[in-house]
């Protein structure tokens, strides 16, 4: 790798991806193609929520990706969120069509039109669906994966009788998101609510989770909203109630997208390459033969077998056996993130074991051949824990509680910029006015992530204006 993380974390990034076959650039400004591996990572996410939504019985649907422009119009607040980043279909050949189409943002409008028809009374509700698509926002500024202008993701909507089970849902998938992020991807995360300029376009209330990535940067991770009634008045929602009343259901939407791809590999990724947890890698073991083995046919032999045993237990195998020398595979490997490295050449053979790298570890270890399976699903198993406790070690050093005014924070910044070092997350009073929100945007370029549910300590003064704080919330810098 040309470039190093502490070098320029930006260009070591996107060296990464390119370089590990994760994506490829598109003709299309902002869009990218996901190869392979790339692809299988997200499926991968697809299948662990996919296991949450059939627990809660909440079914997969599918809905168009073009919306007509009357839809955005019923409700004021979010055609107004998503008017600069939304591309149109004005004409299709030479005929302009009547009203234009917006490639879809979100699916709020067109979901809400259908649960205006599909929803009657109170028997049918609550009424939860998903879908899994692509999503369009004319991005200013792209980085693959964080941030492009065509994008995949999941979204859930949701409809309830009342406040509180629509709340519950809410703040439910909030939780799983947690865990998707913790134990699936190993991240931490911090869970909390936005505030109301970061609130999603529409929305009552909006609850994410933040990542902190190596650099020290905030990814918003997953984002669960809960609307009230704003989309079932303005798309007349409504059921009949045991009363023989007619009344508006409440709702909900949330969503977790492939940013949380470009966050795994921001958070775990190092100098070689992309390190993944076993939950998540397209590879999790890589066999090769070393040392002179194509004049020792019983070493693929072993490794064949390995191979064939690994695979019927249900592990993502490779068995590399081209003609590249050891040091190009295992550089290749380390870059593309291969969890665990086999290695068997005539001496290991000799020995009856074979030499065990893991990805995040320094050392190798010679196993016997009998032992080989249990210390391979050993490693496998205690490797997420190992990555997440790394994790949570970097953010806590880069977390910061004794900043309480702009002048502390700029002087932050400064330190931070000469020792090259992560500004991190920092917790903050905040007075709860956009004004005060928006000074520390526009001096500092930090903007605030959530108001954590949990925080470390309580902050009493605002860190702008010095007034008594109204809220402790944590800011950073952003991707």
Known sequence: MSNTQSNDFTEWYIQTITKAEL??????????????DGYELWEHIQERFNLYLKSEGIRNAY????????????????????????PWVTEV????????????????????????DWINSYRDLPYEINQWANVFRWEKKTLPFMRTSEFLWQEGHTAHADEADARRRTLHVLDEYEKVAEE???????????????????????????????????????TSHYMGTKFAEAFDITYL?????????????????????????????????????PTVAPTQIVLMPVGPWKKNPAIMEKLTGLYEGFKAAGFRVRLDDSDNSPGYKFNEWELK???LRIECG?????????MVKARDLDDKVAVPFEEL???????????????????????????????????????????????????????????????????????????????????????????????????????????
């Not at 109301?196 to 650099?215: H, L, Q, V, W």
């Open 346 to 354: 005539p001496r290991d053979l000799e020995n009856g074991h074979a």
């Open 337 to 339: 993130g291969a969890c």
């Open 241 to 277: 109630t045991k009363e023989n009343q007619h009344t508006h259901a409440f709702t909900t939407s949330w969503g977790i997208s492939t940013r949380l791809l470009g966050a795994l590999i921001m958070t775990h990724g190092d100098d070689k390459g992309l390190v993944f947890p």
């Open 184 to 222: 699936f991807l190993s991240i931490p995360v911090y869970k909390g609510q936005k505030t109301p300029s970061e609130r999603f376009a529409g929305a009552m209330d909006t609850y994410s989770i933040e990542a902190m990535m190596k650099d020290g940067k905030a990814v918003q991770a997953g």
């Open 93 to 116: 050949g030479d005929e302009k069509l009547e009203e234009p189409l917006a490639l879809r943002p979100t699916s709020e409008t067109m979901i809400g039109s259908a649960f205006s």
């Open 373 to 479: 399976a249990g210390y391979v699903k050993e490693q496998l198993d205690s490797m997420p824990k190992r990555l997440l406790d790394a994790a949570r070690a970097r953010n806590k050093a880069n977390e910061h509680f004794d900043i309480d005014t702009l002048a502390d924070l700029k002087a932050h910044i400064e330190t931070c910029k000469k020792e090259n070092r992560p500004t991190g997350f920092v917790l903050v009073g905040w007075d709860g006015t956009e004004e005060t929100e928006a000074k520390i945007k526009e001096e500092t370029g930090f903007t605030t992530r959530n108001i954590p549910f949990e925080a470390p300590m309580q902050k009493t003064v605002d860190i702008v204006s010095g007034k008594p704080a109204k809220y402790t919330l944590w800011i950073a810098r952003a991707y």
């Open 63 to 86: 809905f168009p990706m073009l919306i007509p422009r009357n839809f955005f119009m019923k409700e004021a607040d979010h055609i107004e969120g998503f008017a600069p980043e939304l």
């Open 23 to 36: 994506m490829s650039y598109s003709p299309v400004r902002g869009s990218i193609i996901f190869r392979p």
